[in-house]
């Protein structure tokens, strides 16, 4: 299958520190890293790693931070002849700050992530694709927002799938407006945090009933240890994680599992079939440092369809 991937291409700044400082306090890092990141950019390797053709739409800025940020998807084969370089922005960056488990606390810095031209789409490049993956981040704002809105237009003339990942940071800068812009999209990926702040509920059985209202009823929800739930016009299913141990950094593990549920939808395999592909990529992501250091592979897979 082919892919066309829209998002954010970007390096990430990881601090392994025993805990998150308070405001004004600074605490020592027990390690500092720096990797290849960037929720497109993240995608598109998990895809190809998949055994897929990807085209990646994405830009970075004209200095050093460019070719660490993109080592990873030229390393795995992804067709970046629709990347942009921006002369004037730098490449996107984020500074992560992981404690033990894996969790983590965020803060980023748009860059050249934001100023993907859209004069440069052509309807025509989706025309060497079967589906659309889109990362959410590129419709917070800028000219990012009107290629993502392009993209996605041609993407529903063409009748072609349209999977999106909503991302947390996505969701808080754009909040309820991103609805506007994927009204229509065959699948609306998203977390439990993301699902409450985007409508604004007080459950997920709430959360989900809002998007239903809204037109939204594919939906795939990751809810962390209790694994993630499916959501079809025939109802709901919560799906069992797949226990991993030794996780160390959950950065990647969103977009393992976006990336591994559309693999299976197009691959033909139902949504519940979809939801526990994707729970084992999710979890297998966490266990290697940075959002691409574990690249889900198809034997990998044969995990979870052997204990079907």
């Known amino acids: ?61 004209q200095d050093p931070f460019a070719e660490l940020a993109l080592s990873r998807v030229r390393e795995v084969g992804v067709d970046l002849r629709h990347l942009q370089e921006d002369p004037d922005h730098t490449t996107s960056s984020v500074l992560i700050l992981l404690v033990p488990g894996g969790e983590r606390a965020m803060v980023s810095a748009e860059g050249a992530s934001r100023y993907l031209d859209p004069s440069l789409f052509k309807p025509r490049f989706l025309d060497q694709a079967d589906a659309v993956v889109l990362s959410a981040y590129a419709l917070v704002g800028g000219p990012s927002r009107s290629y993502a809105v392009e993209v996605l237009e041609a993407a529903r003339k063409r009748e072609m799938p349209i999977f999106a990942d909503l991302g947390t940071g996505a969701v808080r800068a754009a909040g309820r407006e991103l609805l506007r812009y994927l009204r229509g999209v065959n699948w609306l990926l998203m977390n439990q945090t993301e699902l409450l702040a985007l409508t604004e509920a007080s459950s997920l059985s709430e959360g989900v009933a809002r998007l239903r209202e809204e037109g939204f009823h594919h939906l795939a929800i990751k809810v962390g240890a209790m694994g993630s739930i499916v959501v079809t016009p025939e109802g709901e299913e919560l799906i069992e994680p797949f226990p991993v141990e030794d996780i160390v950094d ?50 990998d897979l044969e995990v979870a369809v052997g204990q079907g």
């Open 1 to 61: 299958m082919r892919f066309f991937v829209v998002g954010d291409v970007s390096v990430d700044l990881l601090f392994f520190v025993e805990r998150i400082p308070e405001p004004g306090e600074e605490v020592p890092s027990r390690r500092a890293l720096m990797k290849p990141g960037g929720a497109g950019a993240t995608l598109a390797a998990q895809l190809s790693s998949l055994g897929h053709r990807v085209y990646l739409a994405g830009r970075v800025g």
């Open 250 to 299: 959950s950065t990647g593990s969103g977009d393992a599992y976006t990336a591994a549920f559309a693999h299976a939808i197009l691959s033909g395999k139902s949504p519940l079939e979809a939801g526990r592909l994707a729970n084992l990529a999710g979890a297998l992501a966490a266990t290697a440092i940075g959002a691409q250091g574990r690249l889900i592979r198809l034997e």
